[in-house]
């Protein structure tokens, strides 16, 4: 096995990383090699750095101290470590949400020009939800007053969001019960930082609730208020095919990428790549046109609407410029590696950065607002397109052909492909030729040989006839594998497979990027309201095998705080503390009748995970 193999299962992560490294492009990685060994106390989570009396370390072999300079012991530091992680994610996810929500207002004042209401049905149906009467108002009046009413979540108007209404009464009563339920979007966050400062809650119990209580202000508030309004705002994915893998480059094309999370830029982008102007450009400039790919999250928004094609996830960021073919990535924020700029040092590409949030070493910064998007969208089109004369031809290496990924399963796609109710699919789960469903979620991680997760596990539950859902970084391993598409039935095991047959769908459905997992989280409510029993009662379960981010911890929280048992394939940083990962790992059941599990192995993780759903089953007097 080559060094190569060692890395990634995929062959353009491969075969571009080996040239990386005769360019001299050192990448993730390089740098996880240079950091090891990465250091045990903070992979325990003992270690502290609140407060300038530290910083503190506990002793986890029992020797050295056990208390930092303020008195904190092992508990309270991993809680309170773990609470914070939980707390950027939400916030990350939150802030999106609240960037869609400014373009909605926006459009509602006629100060976003270029963006406009593609889905007026769904404003409408989202507006009943948020109170406000939609007849005799027009698009616009009612954007404003929708985004005036969302608002409010993000506040402290309210004694609880507005989504919270489309979860099963059990288990808001539960919710209750345990004093989760989130209040306010930004409140939940805020409360976590003043929680998790010195002297404030010292109790690792309740520190750890009000991260769940902060986490479901994610799932249900800002991801779920993010979700609803990009499928306003830019349309709501139906079900399409795309494709996949760095072959989505075209040598005799000028190749912009978008990355990030957003659709607000990318839309734009998407607009210019189009524009006349452009084009003829591009062919004085001796292209044959202008093609637009998709990294990350961006690329998922991009892909799950106008089936745009995406050139890789998180770990092939860096190895797309490696291809000597990129004449412009253009990023908004999250998971953006700051080395990207010293990357492109290597070669032509230009890199653009656009908003006042996430600014990277050698990027220019190109900064997007609503009123100016399609005309910044314009300026950086032009450029690249100029850029391709500085493309060195005889470097350029793009060594593998795309593959098709089937993509646009939104919750209404998925609705209309099963003819109009989730009653055929309630009852194919009865029947037990559906035994139960999971989302796959999250990135990638260079501590795990890069995709293997993903599609160990996908391969492994589709063959239990387990339905699977994939949004993020797991979409581009799952197509790069061949298990986004219809053909993949065969795949499957033979319950699923009938069912999948019977659609023309594949047994692992993309249903879109990070934000999205509240389309996975909405769907649990639906079937749980159609069947009558909390989501803790399905057959269902979560997956994150190669999850790096904060945000990941997030949704891993809200789907366990919704019932939902939770496989994570990477150790988050708990185990300095014995009473925290009992309580992650058990004593949450006798709460929320859902926990984790840390299980790095995707077969070992599939077999948990088939078990979970069959004890389900069983509890419902299903067929096994
Ligand atoms: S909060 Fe306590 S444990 Fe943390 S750095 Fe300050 S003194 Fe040390
Ligand atoms: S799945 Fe993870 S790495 Fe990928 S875009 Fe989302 S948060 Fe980032």
Redesign the pocket.
């Known amino acids: 096995m080559s060094e190569y193999e060692e890395y990634s299962i995929c062959k353009d992560a491969q075969l571009t990383l080996k040239k990386a490294h005769e360019d001299g492009v050192e990448t993730a990685w390089d740098r996880l090699k240079k950091q090891e060994p990465q250091c045990g106390y903070c992979e325990l989570g003992v270690s502290?750095?609140?407060?300038?009396?530290?910083?503190?370390r506990i002793d986890p072999f029992g020797e050295g101290p056990q208390r930092?300079?303020?008195?904190?012991d092992a508990d309270i530091?991993v809680a309170r470590n773990l609470a914070r992680m939980i707390a950027s994610g939400a916030a990350s996810h939150s802030d999106h949400g609240r960037d869609l929500l400014e373009v909605l207002h926006k459009i509602g004042h006629d100060k976003a020009p270029g963006y406009t209401i593609k889905d007026p049905d769904k404003l409408r149906r989202i507006a009943k939800e948020y109170g406000v009467d939609p007849a005799n108002l027009d698009d616009k009046e009612l954007a404003k007053r929708l985004a005036e009413a969302m608002m409010e979540d993000y506040g402290m108007k309210k004694d609880r969001i507005t989504f919270i209404n489309r979860v099963p009464k059990q288990r808001v009563e539960l919710w209750d019960k345990f004093r989760v339920t989130p209040r306010g979007v930004d409140r939940e966050t805020s409360e976590t930082m003043h929680r998790t400062h010195?002297g404030v809650d010292n109790n690792y119990v309740s520190i750890l609730l009000h991260a769940v209580r902060n986490s479901l202000s994610d799932g249900y508030g800002g991801s779920m208020i993010g979700t609803e309004l990009s499928d306003i705002i830019f349309g709501t994915p139906k079900p399409g095919m795309s494709e996949v893998n760095l072959g989505v480059l075209k040598e005799d094309h000028v190749n912009i990428l978008v990355h990030g999370h957003s659709p607000i830029v990318s839309e734009m982008i998407g607009l210019a790549v189009e524009d006349k102007g452009m084009l003829q450009l591009a062919k004085e400039k001796g292209a044959k046109g202008i093609n637009l790919a998709g990294l990350c999250c961006t690329g998922n928004e991009l892909m799950m609407r106008k089936k745009i094609p995406m050139a890789g996830n998180h770990l092939m960021t860096e190895l797309t410029m490696v291809t000597g073919a990129v004449e412009a990535i253009i990023v908004d924020y999250q998971c953006i590696m700051p080395s990207l700029g010293q990357v492109a040092q290597c070669y032509h590409t230009k890199l653009y950065s656009t908003s006042d949030k996430a600014k990277f070493p050698n990027m220019e910064h190109v900064e997007f607002t609503p009123e100016n998007a399609r005309e910044q969208a314009f300026r950086i089109v032009r450029e690249a397109t100029e850029n391709f004369s500085r493309r060195d031809r005889s470097k350029v290496y793009i060594p593998v052909t795309p593959v098709k990924n089937m993509t646009g399963f939104s919750v209404e796609a998925i609705v209309e492909a099963l003819g109009g109710s989730l009653d055929p699919l309630i009852d194919a789960i009865k029947a037990g030729k559906i035994k139960g469903a999971v989302g796959v979620v999250g990135c990638n991680n260079p501590k795990i040989k890069q995709d293997s997760g993903h599609v160990g596990l996908i391969k492994g539950l589709i063959a239990n006839d387990i339905l699977v859902l994939t949004t993020g970084c797991v979409n581009v391993a799952a197509g790069k594998a061949g298990l986004q598409v219809p053909e993949a039935k065969e795949l499957a095991g033979p319950g699923l497979r009938e069912i999948c047959g019977l659609l023309n769908i594949p047994p692992s459905l993309h249903v879109g990027s990070c934000v999205d997992n509240s389309r996975i989280v909405a769907i649990a409510c639906a079937l749980a309201n159609a069947i009558g029993v909390d989501i803790d009662k399905l057959p269902l379960a979560a997956a994150a095998p190669e999850w790096y981010s904060e945000k990941a911890a997030t949704i891993a929280f809200y789907a366990m705080a919704s019932g939902i048992f939770t496989v994570l394939g990477v150790m988050p940083p708990i185990l300095g503390s014995k009473n925290v990962t009992q309580l992650a790992t058990s004593g949450l059941n006798d709460v929320f009748g859902a926990c984790f599990a840390v299980e790095p192995d995707p077969v070992k993780a599939a077999g948990l995970i088939t078990n979970h759903i069959m004890e389900k089953r069983k509890a419902l007097g299903l067929p096994l």
């Open positions: 502290c750095r609140i407060c300038v009396m530290g910083p503190c930092g300079v303020c008195g904190a530091i010195m």
